[in-house]
């Protein structure tokens, strides 16, 4: 497999703050370049580099650097240079921008974008700024159905599957490419792949990727290292979650209402999903939502009604890692029910279905986990589960389970649990 960094950029988002090249941005000790040099394989990577390349050169050459360093002496954008690497039809190529701090398992990407026998798979997860990020729509399948740049509507309404910048190519891909020309990743090599028909495909991951390309965000990645979101050392370590229930917890519950909309948030969601996301905490959201089985809304309505809500925490720079929902209901004989959903399933609370999937997807240490619901079955699946309930916003079920604490809503445990 061909590594490729791309450090050309000028930086301009920087420049008020360092005039160095951001593959130099320094963390601790440690430089990103350094990092780089350190996660892959060294006479794997090839450096391609524009703006100031010589002095990055001068100091790969210091560290005795065994890849391949280029210079470009007209900038080619984000995707024109690839086209040299076409040649090397039966490889496939790690594309990562060189102005991110990362620390991800390449074997696990690598296995992913095989299996899907992809031609191009993007690295994706949701940020706290989707709105200015290149986001993806995917099927169950996790293949791409649609690509939206940053130059969008703004009222526009999707998941917050945003690209990371790193990317797997098959490198016959590059074919695609005009030689010599300045082109862009996303507009002249990815978008025209969906529209081809080429197989493009999603990895979600809830790994470290983060760009550090604007001065909030370096120093949001200094913060994140002393909090352990991001690890030098660690690898493979499991991760820890807080599950979520999603009516009565992030959004109000209307009793007797067929479906409770779930950007109803309460206030304070936002905070403490903030507070969150910079923990070391992922944030799933588990969801019986029986109004499907029931007739009452679509699996179609309920999923855009997911996508807006994701599109409005977004807005407010917070997000959920992933979203769990069960659309099935037991009690068959109901007028207007939708029958494939009607069944006794294994994921409907208080069934720990939906929090083993998780698990698996995220690799997932459920001990040291938290279910955070309001309701008995949200306990019961937490018990089942081997995570530790919180009940909030119901203080009958909190003397009943003979909780502890008692906590009026989701910023009360957030709080309690996250220090600082
Ligand atoms: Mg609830």
Same mark, same amino acid.
């Given at each position: 497999?061909?590594?490729?960094?791309?450090?050309?950029?000028?930086?301009?988002?920087?420049?008020?703050?360092?005039?160095?090249?951001?593959?130099?941005?320094?963390?601790?000790?440690?430089?990103?370049?350094?990092?780089?040099?350190?996660?892959?394989?060294?006479?794997?990577?090839?450096?391609?580099?524009?703006?100031?390349?010589?002095?990055?050169?001068?100091?790969?050459?210091?560290?005795?650097?065994?890849?391949?360093?280029?210079?470009?002496?007209?900038?080619?954008?984000?995707?024109?240079?690839?086209?040299?690497?076409?040649?090397?039809?039966?490889?496939? /190529?790690?594309?990562?921008?060189?102005?991110?701090?990362?620390?991800?398992?390449?074997?696990?990407?690598?296995?992913?974008?095989?299996?899907?026998?992809?031609?191009?798979?993007?690295?994706?997860?949701?940020?706290?700024?989707?709105?200015?990020?290149?986001?993806?729509?995917?099927?169950?399948?996790?293949?791409?159905?649609?690509?939206?740049?940053?130059?969008?509507?703004?009222?526009?309404?999707?998941?917050?599957?945003?690209?990371?910048?790193?990317?797997?190519?098959?490198?016959?891909?590059?074919?695609?490419?005009?030689?010599?020309?300045?082109?862009?990743?996303?507009?002249?090599?990815?978008?025209?792949?969906?529209?081809?028909?080429?197989? /493009?495909?999603?990895?979600?991951?809830?790994?470290?990727?983060?760009?550090?390309?604007?001065?909030?965000?370096?120093?949001?990645?200094?913060?994140?290292?002393?909090?352990?979101?991001?690890?030098?050392?660690?690898?493979?370590?499991?991760?820890?979650?807080?599950?979520?229930?999603?009516?009565?917890? *992030?959004?109000?519950?209307?009793?007797?209402?067929?479906?409770?909309?779930?950007?109803?948030?309460?206030?304070?969601?936002?905070?403490?999903?903030?507070?969150?996301?910079?923990?070391?905490?992922?944030?799933?959201?588990?969801?019986?939502?029986?109004?499907?089985?029931?007739?009452?809304?679509?699996?179609?309505?309920?999923?855009?009604?997911?996508?807006?809500?994701?599109?409005?925490?977004?807005?407010?720079?917070?997000?959920?890692?992933?979203?769990?929902?069960?659309?099935?209901?037991?009690?068959?004989?109901?007028?207007?029910?939708?029958?494939?959903?009607?069944?006794?399933?294994?994921?409907?609370?208080?069934?720990?279905?939906?929090?083993?999937?998780?698990?698996?997807?995220?690799?997932?240490? *459920?001990?040291?986990?938290?279910?955070?619901?309001?309701?008995?079955?949200?306990?019961?699946?937490?018990?089942?589960?081997? /995570?530790?309930?919180?009940?909030?916003?119901?203080?009958?079920?909190?003397?009943?389970?003979?909780?502890?604490?008692?906590?009026?809503?989701?910023?009360?445990?957030?709080?309690?649990?996250?220090?600082?």
């Amino acid at each position: 497999m061909k590594i490729i960094i791309l450090a050309g950029g000028k930086g301009t988002r920087l420049q008020k703050f360092s005039k160095k090249p951001k593959i130099f941005l320094k963390f601790g000790k440690t430089r990103l370049i350094d990092l780089y040099l350190k996660i892959f394989n060294n006479k794997d990577i090839n450096f391609i580099l524009g703006n100031k390349g010589k002095d990055i050169k001068k100091y790969l050459d210091n560290k005795k650097f065994k890849g391949k360093v280029i210079i470009e002496e007209k900038p080619l954008g984000t995707a024109g240079y690839l086209k040299n690497f076409q040649k090397f039809s039966t490889e496939d /190529v790690l594309v990562i921008m060189g102005d991110i701090l990362t620390k991800f398992n390449i074997k696990k990407f690598l296995k992913f974008h095989k299996k899907k026998k992809s031609d191009i798979s993007l690295f994706v997860h949701p940020n706290n700024h989707p709105y200015d990020s290149d986001l993806v729509d995917v099927n169950a399948n996790n293949k791409v159905l649609r690509f939206y740049s940053k130059e969008r509507k703004k009222d526009h309404v999707s998941d917050n599957l945003a690209t990371a910048g790193i990317y797997l190519f098959k490198s016959k891909i590059f074919k695609l490419l005009k030689k010599n020309k300045k082109q862009d990743l996303s507009k002249n090599l990815i978008q025209k792949a969906i529209k081809k028909n080429f197989l /493009v495909y999603a990895y979600k991951s809830a790994e470290y990727v983060k760009d550090v390309g604007t001065p909030e965000r370096y120093f949001q990645a200094i913060k994140d290292i002393k909090n352990k979101k991001f690890n030098f050392s660690n690898k493979n370590k499991k991760n820890v979650a807080i599950f979520l229930d999603r009516d009565g917890v *992030l959004n109000k519950e209307k009793k007797n209402f067929r479906y409770s909309n779930p950007c109803n948030f309460y206030p304070k969601v936002f905070s403490s999903l903030k507070k969150i996301n910079q923990s070391k905490y992922l944030s799933i959201l588990i969801t019986n939502q029986p109004a499907v089985a029931k007739g009452f809304i679509t699996k179609s309505y309920l999923e855009y009604s997911h996508k807006k809500m994701q599109t409005e925490l977004g807005k407010n720079n917070v997000y959920l890692n992933d979203i769990f929902y069960c659309p099935h209901h037991p009690d068959k004989g109901f007028k207007g029910e939708i029958k494939k959903f009607k069944k006794n399933c294994s994921c409907r609370k208080p069934k720990p279905g939906m929090i083993f999937q998780a698990q698996k997807y995220y690799n997932i240490d *459920l001990n040291k986990s938290y279910f955070v619901g309001n309701s008995i079955d949200d306990y019961k699946a937490a018990k089942a589960a081997g /995570v530790k309930p919180i009940i909030v916003n119901n203080l009958e079920l909190t003397k009943k389970i003979k909780q502890k604490k008692t906590f009026a809503n989701l910023g009360s445990f957030a709080n309690s649990l996250i220090k600082k």
